[in-house]
């Protein structure tokens, strides 16, 4: 390619002619030239860790080295991708949900303890973090394919939620914090956020069992039919 101003690094061409692939700044699909860009990502950054430790400035040094840390996870994962078996071939259908609870260190142990016993059953698993780093490294670690609900308490910085929601796993971010005043925002009643929560379970569950269904695979999207079922008893009684 051609000289290119000073501040451009790189530049990627997504085009149709294969002739011209090279697989460095030229691809003929997405997929391709994002693993080419990431990739591009890290070593910017790795580099630019070095140039700061070199200088001194430590603080920099390790915030780029993180971010550099989690551009790599996220090749990881897709690389690893490559290699799953044929459950997890394009055309299948995801049928693991995780809820994800980012709580206060101050949180109600109570109310996290009752969230487990109501929806362990309807999920495939329930983590709680006390760590914005923790639970964000959680999620990354997770398949692209993984539906997460997430409750984030709102003692955590309210960017944190539209930085969440960027991941493909996470279907469903709830703010909460137990409070008496009104916020558009945060769900503020501990019953409210059990109600929500509910709600979106049992939609995620139908649609998960129109699609097995669609996809002629009728034991699971009986079983996905019962925790929709189940999903609506519950939430009669909240």
């Known amino acids: ?43 910017c950054y790795k580099k630019e860790a070095n140039d700061f430790f070199i200088s ?6 390790k915030s780029k080295e993180n971010q550099a840390d989690r551009i790599y996870r996220e090749l ?48 495939s698993s329930f983590q709680t973090f006390d760590s914005e780093v923790d639970c964000q490294n959680y999620l990354l670690e997770s398949k692209s394919n993984d539906a997460v609900f997430l409750i984030i308490n709102a003692d ?17 971010v709830y703010l909460y914090e137990e409070s008496s005043l009104k916020n558009d925002t945060v769900i503020s009643n501990y ?6 929560l509910t709600y979106d379970l049992i939609g995620y569950y139908k649609k998960l069992g129109n699609d097995c269904s669609a996809n002629q695979d009728a034991k699971t999207a009986k079983d996905m039919a019962t925790k929709a079922r189940e999903l ?3 939430l009669a009684e909240l």
Request: proline share 1%; hydrophobic share 35%; charged share 30%.
């Open 232 to 234: 609506c008893n519950i």
């Open 156 to 172: 955590y910085r309210y960017s944190l939620t539209d930085e969440f929601q960027q991941l493909s796993n996470v279907k469903f």
């Open 191 to 196: 019953n409210n956020l059990r109600f929500r």
């Open 56 to 61: 001194g400035d430590l603080s920099m040094a």
């Open 1 to 43: 390619m051609g000289n290119k101003p000073e501040h451009i690094k790189a530049i990627f061409i997504l085009g149709n002619d294969k002739s011209k692939v090279n697989q460095r700044d030229r691809f003929d699909n997405g997929e391709d030239l994002i693993c080419q860009l990431a990739d591009e990502l890290y070593r």
């Open 76 to 123: 990881k994962r897709i690389h690893e991708s490559f290699f799953e078996d044929d459950k997890n071939i394009k055309g299948s259908i995801s049928t693991t949900t995780k809820l994800v609870w980012l709580k206060s260190k101050f949180q109600n142990d109570t109310e996290v303890k009752q969230m487990e016993s109501l929806f362990s059953t309807f999920v």
